[in-house]
């Protein structure tokens, strides 16, 4: 039972560099999620998917891209990294839009410097 | 305006004491959904809690409880017997209706039991 594998766990960056932040996961759901978590602070939602070729925006986009060609996987795109967008990365995963059933990833720790 | 908000950064507790975790909410919609999830040193986000907005009762599971008060649109967070383990970030969070699946988070509050 993987859940949400994200990849990786940790990441330095230079200012302009551009990564991909991978999620993937294995309990068929629909709805997929990307937030990010500044230090001390809550989760602010980035980008979502309610399914595969379909995604919107959340909060806090700009910088980011995602698309979602399967139902396992949702990459997030950063382009041109900026110090701001240093943070904790999660994704997390629900089979539909009510109750419980979030499950989240271990987070991705990213440095921009 | 903030949807959810958590006035207490940090609460102290004496181990086994009980520990309420204050949360207010801001919503219009008459169906939401409310969360709360700790989040350990190790840092992964992990569900304690759900209450529902139509739920008669309130919400519990094992040593937690929620005290829902809904004309006052709180979702205390009660942690009885507190343990050392329990020392953590909380977090409150809701899902509205109108926002599809998507979850608002509050700031927290960072919990420490003391032994």
């Known amino acids: 039972n993987a859940g949400v594998t994200q990849t990786p766990k940790f990441r330095i960056l230079k200012i302009g560099q551009s990564m991909t932040l991978q999620c993937t996961q294995d309990?068929?759901?629909?709805?997929m999620y990307w937030y990010r978590q500044d230090p001390g602070m809550g989760l602010k939602l980035i980008y979502y998917s309610v399914g595969a070729g379909i995604t919107d925006k959340g909060e806090v986009p700009n910088g980011y891209n995602v698309s979602r060609t399967t139902t396992e996987d949702f990459p997030l795109r950063l382009e041109l990294a900026a110090p701001s967008q240093t943070s904790v990365y999660f994704c997390a995963s629900s089979y539909d839009r009510g109750g419980y059933g979030y499950t989240f990833g271990s987070g991705t720790r990213l440095t921009v410097v | 305006a903030q949807k959810i908000t958590q006035t207490q950064p940090g609460m102290f507790v004496q181990e086994k004491e009980a520990v309420t975790l204050d949360c207010t909410y801001d919503t219009s919609d008459p169906s939401y959904g409310l969360f709360w999830y700790k989040q350990p040193s190790s840092g992964e986000m992990i569900f304690l809690i759900y209450q529902g907005s139509y739920d008669q009762q309130n919400a519990t599971e094992g040593r937690y409880s929620l005290n829902f008060q809904k004309a006052r649109k709180s979702a205390n967070l009660v942690i009885s017997a507190s343990q050392l383990g329990d020392s953590a970030m909380y977090f409150c969070?809701?899902?509205?209706?109108?926002?599809?699946?998507?979850?608002?988070f509050g700031e927290g509050t960072q919990l420490t039991v003391n032994p």
């Open positions: 309990m068929n759901h629909n709805y």
């Open positions: 969070a809701m899902r509205e209706v109108t926002s599809g699946s998507r979850l608002t």
